[in-house]
């Protein structure tokens, strides 16, 4: 999420300067929050998206980030996408 990279890239100032050589996506997965992502089969349709955006503060404590695309919506699977709020609010307009 845009914290948890804002979070890691805090932590990498050094000075005045922020250095990203041999840095990896990975490395701001330490300060990501728990929770507040979500899986979906590559074949769900957008309207289940918008539909988890929607209910996921009245089920968890936090509201979700993010929906990760997977073959069949597992966590344990191989990334395929993501999808953010803002990409579905692009979609009404």
């Given amino acids: 999420s845009n914290t948890g990279i804002t979070r890691w890239l805090g932590s990498q100032v050094n000075g005045t300067c922020i250095d990203l050589n041999d840095s990896a996506v990975g490395d701001a997965l330490t300060f990501e ?43 344990s699977e191989m990334p395929l996408g993501i999808v953010t709020p803002s990409d579905l609010v692009e979609l009404d307009n």
């Fill in 33 to 75: 929050e728990e929770g507040g992502i979500a899986f979906l089969s590559r074949n769900a349709p957008v309207d289940e998206a918008r539909e988890f955006f929607l209910s996921f503060p009245t089920r968890r404590s936090q509201r979700l980030r993010a929906i990760v695309i997977t073959e069949n919506g597992k966590p």
